[in-house]
């Protein structure tokens, strides 16, 4: 009798590693940043200030007929599997989805931790523009910044708008098309 086979193809390690970190015991939740897995353990602060941000565009994410959470988020070819702090997409792309791609999002939010700033700031914001996330907010709580990038590329985001104080409005360009309150972050 043979063993039964397993659920990812054994020849692709890409494959099997996302399949094992979707199963990790012990963790609500982890995410693999070039080929280093961490779990996640945002504190309240952190947790505080997305939900701030999710507050604030809740309007307009419902009127685009979309969703605001921290899906997981695969980028195909590597060995990533990231769990953005907060992405919007379209419902009809959620449903029913074990991760998107960065491409299927309208926005991306990292909020800044102690343990891995550096990771917000240099290696997703590279990722995803590589893999056309339209729009990265990055709310850095460690400057006390925020800034949006955008118009993505393989060699990263062409357009900056920031690093601005906390408290400085920043606008979000369409399909958002409002002024993001960044006093309460």
């Known amino acids: 009798m043979s063993a039964p086979s397993p659920a990812y193809p054994t020849d692709d390690p890409e494959t099997a590693l996302k ?10 939740r982890v995410q693999v940043i070039e080929g280093f897995i961490e779990p996640l353990s945002p ?15 809740a309007p307009v994410v419902n009127a685009l007929g979309c969703l605001a959470g921290s899906g997981d988020l695969d980028l195909p070819g590597t060995s ?24 299927q999002t309208l926005l991306i939010v990292e909020v800044t931790s102690d343990s891995n700033g550096d990771t917000d700031r240099i ?11 339209p729009l990265y907010l990055l709310v850095d709580r460690q400057q006390r910044t925020c800034t ?6 393989n060699l990263g985001y062409t357009k900056v708008d920031g690093p601005h104080p906390v408290g ?5 360009p369409e ?5 993001l309150d960044t006093s309460a972050f």
């Open 80 to 103: 990533n599997w990231y769990v953005p702090d907060l992405a919007v997409v379209p419902r009809e792309l959620a449903k029913g989805a074990g991760a998107l791609l960065p491409d």
């Open 123 to 133: 290696v997703k914001r590279r990722r995803y523009a590589e893999y056309g996330a």
């Open 148 to 153: 949006l990038y955008s118009a993505s590329g």
């Open 43 to 57: 504190d309240w602060d952190h947790e505080s200030t997305i939900a701030k941000v999710r507050e604030h565009i």
């Open 175 to 179: 399909p958002f098309d409002l002024e």
């Open 168 to 172: 400085t409005p920043l606008p979000l």
């Open 19 to 28: 399949y094992a970190v979707q199963r990790i015991r012990g963790f609500d």
